[in-house]
């Protein structure tokens, strides 16, 4: 199929669900009693807790610490006092639970002194992707990557182009829309900055041509050369993928990365906080979150704590909680379902979809009839049905022949699949169980390796200790001869002797002389 600058090859023509959350203007959520930080919100280790149980945090206070470089710290989102570091429920497709620490607000909302202001462009690059990191920012579109990494192309990393996605291709989220209609000048500050720490000369936004006024706002506060660009409305244009090609032409490589299309993509939500991070020294403690579906009374967007649970929030919304059937984080393609309405907000939540269940969810699964609909719709121009069958019969060799990591799991061939099989489903399941046979692969070469170092490290010595056997054996059978430095000793002492005893014979002969002469 091919395809040309400004577009992308397949696809799909959604059903809007939009207009009853973008009505309204962004309002704040009340802080909850109860707040449940996951200590793993974002892509990479989990962060390590620096607070105890009974001890007193204030909002914005670092509560958890990332150690490791792909990882992010976390920050209390109000005052109060911790209660628990445990597991509890999160926001994730297996439904385990995970290490929290729960904070009980003490309704005061106290907050933890800021960062000092800073101007990013005197900044050091080093110091300005350090202010990011401290104040725990993340991919807000849903990916959750540490966005400070995203900042440091690295050498040779030759970014010339930085694109603001504000796209939001799902049918029913709102939020970013709502944050580019109300607060466009922070979202083209956050720009400039990534613009000045990759180093980049251009600086574009795309926004859907659904969003005409978001489109609008953003115009009016663009500055400094970024610019903004409206895109077509078909999902899904909001991948990285597609929105490079759509904006720019360029094609990502299979395997690899915006970057090495010399581009970095952030999210709009993300630019904001980066914004409020450097410009004013504020952690990432809340965020506009969509809350929608045929189970909310009110759809809204609305600002809210992280760690605020889903329950609190639904009943903000006027949800019967004791009602809800489901609950999607994500939106209606690429979420997933939450198995406890006690788990927490998290900085990736951006849409809480409540019973949008699909007409046809309880189909029952049927066999391929290699009609080729997923083809025809796949956005990355991959083989579903092929990567599906060898995905089903475990062959992880042959899936990765179709390329199944260039999958962005969007959910079109899902969509359109009439035996209503979950592709994206099959996809996610080959590409977990590859990973987990590499990070077995890599612990079974550490230990290979540990095992050649000790056997090595066990050789050497053997081979020192059979030096030692061998010289001392050496010594015994021919034993050094004892007599010969005692005669060489007794003979040095004889010669000294003779020299000091012609020495005064000399001396004698001279004083004889001398007495005569006078």
Request: some cysteine; charged content about 25%; aromatic content about 4%.
């Amino acid at each position: 199929m091919s395809t040309r600058t400004g577009d992308f090859p397949g696809g799909l023509h959604l059903d809007g669900h939009k207009t009853p959350s973008s009505g309204r203007a962004v309002e704040t959520m009340p802080v909850p009693p109860l707040l449940v930080f996951p200590l793993h919100q974002h892509i990479g280790e989990p962060a390590l807790p620096v607070v105890e149980v009974g001890e007193s945090v204030l909002a914005g206070q670092l509560i958890a610490h990332a150690e490791d470089y792909v990882s992010a710290p976390v920050h209390a989102s109000t005052s109060g006092r911790v209660v628990a570091i445990e597991k509890r429920p999160v926001p994730h497709p297996s439904g385990l639970p995970a290490e929290c620490i729960v904070v009980e607000a003490d309704g005061e909302d106290r907050q933890a002194p800021c960062e000092a202001p800073g101007d990013f462009e005197t900044m050091d690059l080093s110091a300005l992707r350090n202010r990011i990191r401290e104040a725990g920012i993340v991919g807000m579109g849903g990916a959750g990557f540490p966005t400070f990494i995203k900042l440091n192309p690295g050498p040779g990393g030759d970014i010339d182009t930085v694109v603001l996605n504000g796209v939001e291709c799902e049918p029913y989220i709102t939020c970013d829309d709502r944050l580019m209609q109300e607060r466009a000048a922070d979202i083209v500050s956050g720009a400039l900055i990534i613009r000045h720490a990759v180093g980049a000369g251009r600086c574009v936004i795309g926004v859907e041509d659904n969003k005409p006024k978001a489109a609008a706002a953003l115009r009016a506060a663009a500055r400094d050369g970024v610019t903004v660009q409206t895109v077509v409305t078909r999902y899904p244009a909001g991948g990285e993928k597609q929105l490079i090609k759509i904006l720019t032409g360029r094609e990502v490589p299979s395997d690899g990365l915006p970057l090495n299309a010399g581009v970095v993509v952030q999210n709009v939500a993300t630019a904001a906080a980066i914004f409020h991070a450097v410009s004013e020294g504020r952690p990432l403690i809340s965020r506009v979150v969509t809350v929608t579906g045929p189970g909310v009374a009110e759809p809204r967007n609305l600002e809210v704590r992280l760690g605020t649970p889903v329950a609190d929030v639904l009943a903000h919304c006027g949800a019967d909680t004791a009602a809800v059937r489901a609950v999607v984080v994500g939106g209606a393609m690429m979420g997933f379902a939450i198995h406890d309405l006690a788990s927490p907000v998290v900085k990736t939540t951006n849409c809480l979809l409540v019973d949008a269940v699909a007409d046809d969810a309880d189909q029952p699964q049927m066999p391929c009839i290699r009609c080729g609909a997923c083809v025809e719709v796949c956005p990355q121009l991959l083989l579903p049905q092929q990567l599906y069958w060898y995905a089903s019969v475990r062959d992880f060799d042959k899936v990765q022949d179709y390329s199944l990591f260039d999958c962005i799991e969007c959910g079109c061939c899902n969509f359109v699949c009439p035996s209503h099989i979950p592709l994206a489903s099959y996809f996610r399941f080959a590409k977990n169980e590859i990973w987990a046979q590499e990070r077995e692969r890599q612990r079974a070469d550490r230990a290979r390796e540990r095992h050649e170092f000790n056997q090595a490290r066990k050789e050497q010595e053997e081979r020192e200790r059979q030096e030692r056997h061998r010289r001392k054996k050496a010594r015994l059978k021919d034993p050094p001869d004892e007599a010969a430095p005692a005669d060489s000793k007794k003979a040095a002492v004889q010669e000294a002797l003779k020299r000091a005893q012609a020495r005064k014979e000399g001396l004698e002969a001279g004083t004889e002389g001398t007495e005569d002469r006078g």
